[in-house]
């Protein structure tokens, strides 16, 4: 079993001053497979006294050479690219075939894709008499979730670093392993000391530690609706910049005239990757009630499909849940609903003889009120729900706290692209059209403040600052 005793911080890996080791557990054997030491709170301290210590020269570095060193880290990446996949598939339960290449390979282009982003973005622009600059926010603690471990970390700390700021990184406590593998492609890129930093720890003691420290000057959260609120009312007693991408219960509408077949399958598979850990997966596949039937037979025709077993077999489509908690918490919703009402379409697969598996599950005689169709139930379990007429359908698409993504499934015509529109989500795929990294990530309501991805991931870490310029001042800068 792999002993980690060390924290990255000022360019150095130095040892954790905390006094608990941290069990990362392998989630189909059930065994701990590596440990990591806490950070104390003088190491939080130290860190945050790293990135300030460092945050000016780093805002001051021209976007150039900010670009270069992210190339580098990408670089990096790329050479830890199998020890990375073997990490996030062993902690999360992700089948390895896909980790590598959702997991691993689209995380690492992106570090790409935001150097070239940066390469052409708009540092400086004018309007009128007035220069506006785009300057970094400053200190950024990135916290981040167990899910997607090394595409959270991307998101926030490539932008983060292109922008100017320093940043402290605390990684989930159950799947920290792609955090370490970066410090040291940081080390590798040979980034100046505290531009990046890296503790590790839970979050209601390391991670609050960062969310109050007074010289973080923005916090940047994935994680649950839950976590976020609190983390939220810190931040906002001292007017922090904040981030926050939180919890999802989408919707996948299908509208009379759709492909039925293949609006089943696509949300079926949305609602199943990465075992339903997904905060935008499509949770609520909403029918017209013509087609309720119809739709039943075609997805318990499909369950099937969703073998479940060892992630490192090639032939294994749905892997564990991350831990025994997590596995509680996904069987219960599923009990609850069917205490209420519902019934599980098909008969339940059997388990593997161990791993933190739930059966992929369809829900029918679902009602919009229970649990299981207003909670982010985080597993894998989609709910049929019947509509009568498009108001009705769009109302109960939108008829959660959540608004962090949706789909609609029509024909190809205005009147589908106008049902898209009226969906009160982030991002709305349309006939199963594929993800877009450079695109806006982000939700409303309880889904979060804030966008990532793309150019709008590096304006998240910006400030806008206006320098009115006096005609005299025009005219010798004109040239």
């Known amino acids: 079993m792999a002993k980690h005793t060390q924290l990255f911080i000022d360019g150095a890996m130095v040892p954790a001053g905390g006094a608990h080791d941290l069990p990362v557990t392998d989630s189909f054997t059930e065994e701990t497979f590596a440990t990591y030491r806490t950070a104390s709170a003088l190491d939080v301290d130290t860190a945050v006294a790293a990135a300030r210590r460092a945050f000016q020269g780093w805002a001051a570095t021209p976007p150039p050479v900010r670009i270069a060193a992210v190339r580098r880290i990408a670089a990096a990446l790329r050479d830890q690219a199998e020890a990375l996949a073997d990490a996030i598939s062993r902690e999360v339960g992700m089948p390895r ?15 790409d894709m935001y150097a070239d982003l940066a390469t052409d973005f708009g540092w400086e622009s004018r309007i009128g008499h007035s220069l506006v600059q785009q300057v970094p926010s400053g200190i950024v603690a990135c916290i981040t979730p167990w899910n997607y471990p090394l595409h959270q970390i991307t998101g926030k ?7 100017g700021c ?13 955090a370490f593998l970066l410090a040291d492609a940081v080390r590798q890129a040979g980034l100046p000391s505290g531009v990046f930093n890296l503790v590790h720890g839970n979050g209601a003691e390391v991670g609050e530690a960062l969310v109050r420290h007074p010289d973080v000057d923005m ?9 976020g609120r609190h983390i939220a009312a810190v931040a906002g007693g001292d007017i922090k910049r904040m981030a926050l991408e939180l919890g999802g219960k989408s919707a996948s509408l299908v509208l009379p005239g759709a492909d039925l077949a293949a609006a089943v399958k696509a949300t079926l598979a949305g609602c199943m990757l990465n075992s339903g850990q997904t905060c935008s997966a499509t949770t609520r596949l909403l029918v017209p009630r013509a087609s309720l039937e119809a739709a039943e037979g075609i997805a318990q025709a499909l369950l099937a499909g969703y073998r479940m077993g060892d992630p490192s077999d090639g032939a294994t489509r749905l892997g564990p849940l991350i831990s025994k908690a997590q596995q509680q918490k996904v069987q219960g919703l599923i ?16 388990l593997p003889a161990h791993g933190f598996f739930v059966p992929p599950t369809v829900l029918a005689g679902v009602t919009p009120d229970m649990a299981v169709a207003q909670e982010e139930v985080f597993g894998p379990v989609l709910v049929l729900l ?6 009705d359908g769009i109302a109960l698409a939108n008829g959660t706290d959540y608004g962090l993504a949706g789909a609609v499934w029509g024909p190809p015509t205005p009147h ?26 982000g939700g409303f309501k309880k889904s979060g403040i804030g966008r990532e991805n793309g150019r709008f991931g590096i304006e998240e870490f910006l400030e806008p600052v206006s320098i009115q310029l006096p005609a005299a001042f025009l005219e010798t800068t004109a040239h």
């Open 157 to 163: 700390v490539a932008p983060a670093l292109l922008a």
């Open 97 to 111: 075939k896909l980790a590598a290449r959702i997991q691993v390979g689209a995380p690492i282009a992106a570090w």
């Open 386 to 391: 019947a509509y009568d007429g498009l108001e």
């Open 335 to 350: 009990d609850g609903a069917i205490a209420a009402g519902a019934r599980r379409v098909g008969v339940a697969a059997d």
């Open 219 to 227: 916090v940047s959260f994935t994680g649950s609706t839950r976590a």
């Open 166 to 178: 320093t940043v402290v990184l605390k990684p989930s406590e159950l799947a920290p392993t792609s």
């Open 416 to 441: 589908t692209l106008a049902a898209a529109r009226r969906l009160r989500a982030g991002q709305v795929d349309i006939n199963g059209a594929p993800f877009n990294p450079a695109a806006p990530f």
